[in-house]
């Protein structure tokens, strides 16, 4: 079974400095997907950017891009000129490509993340 | 703007009550998730759907809780009796995916907040 962590519970950085996210999965599939999802406290879970495991260009949203390491199974969130809109949990998923009764997708625990003014 | 809807958003009940949370995917998804969120647990697949058939619920209290749709627009999870260690936000999620066509992506919902008092 698919396991996916995240080894920080709690960040905290100031206000427009860059900050990084860790997140490390186990699986012997060769194709998949990776998430991170953005949980401010409305609770609302916010898709925030999308890894497709057999690119190798790393995917960027704006401010928010990853690091993507395929054979260390590491999938890293940067997050560059902070908000205050940022703070939010933070978390990293893994999901198996589309065959039938395959598409969940598997939540690591979660980083909260502070953005300080 | 194609969203998740859920409800209700709130709902607070009694110890052996029944709960019914109701669920609206995005329109076209053929494929929809329940999931719970809880701080010991975190976000944990109670089930899913494809095409309106149960593809999984292994995650769910089979007891107590059941998933169904009765159409292509309408999800809903039950909880019968309702107990306090039930209480969690309760999310549903749609995507769209195929074997030919592919497809990533799951949307989620506001989430059903439930207390059980």
């Known amino acids: 079974a698919q396991t996916v962590t995240q080894s920080q519970p709690e960040m905290s950085v100031q206000e427009a400095e860059t900050v990084t996210l860790s997140c490390t999965y186990d699986?012997?599939?060769?194709?998949?997907?990776l998430f991170w999802y953005k949980q401010p406290p409305s609770r609302q879970m916010i898709l925030v950017i999308r890894q497709e495991a057999y690119k190798q260009q790393n995917a960027t949203e704006n401010r928010f891009s990853v690091n993507f390491q395929k054979a260390a199974k590491s999938f890293s969130l940067k997050i560059s000129d902070s908000q205050l809109g940022d703070t939010a949990m933070y978390f990293c998923a893994f999901m198996k490509p589309p065959i039938q009764g395959a598409q969940k997708l598997v939540f690591g625990q979660g980083t909260r993340l502070t953005i300080n003014p | 703007d194609a969203r998740v809807t859920q409800t209700p958003r709130h709902k607070v009940t009694e110890m052996g009550q029944e709960v019914t949370m109701r669920c609206q995917p995005i329109?076209?998804?053929?494929?929809v998730f329940w999931y719970r969120q809880t701080m010991m647990q975190g976000l944990e697949l109670l089930a899913y759907?494809?095409?309106?058939?149960?593809?999984?619920d292994s995650g769910m209290p089979k007891d107590r809780f059941s998933a169904e749709m009765p159409d292509a627009t309408l999800a809903t999870l039950k909880i019968q009796p309702s107990e306090p260690r039930d209480s969690a936000v309760y999310f549903c999620?749609?995507?769209?995916?195929?074997?030919?066509?592919?497809?990533?992506?799951?949307?989620f919902g506001e989430g059903s907040w439930l207390t059980v008092v």
């Open positions: 999620a749609s995507g769209f995916f195929s074997f030919l066509a592919g497809g990533n992506t799951i949307y």
């Open positions: 699986t012997s599939e060769n194709n998949y997907y």
């Open positions: 759907f494809r095409n309106r058939a149960p593809l999984d």
């Open positions: 329109l076209g998804h053929n494929t």
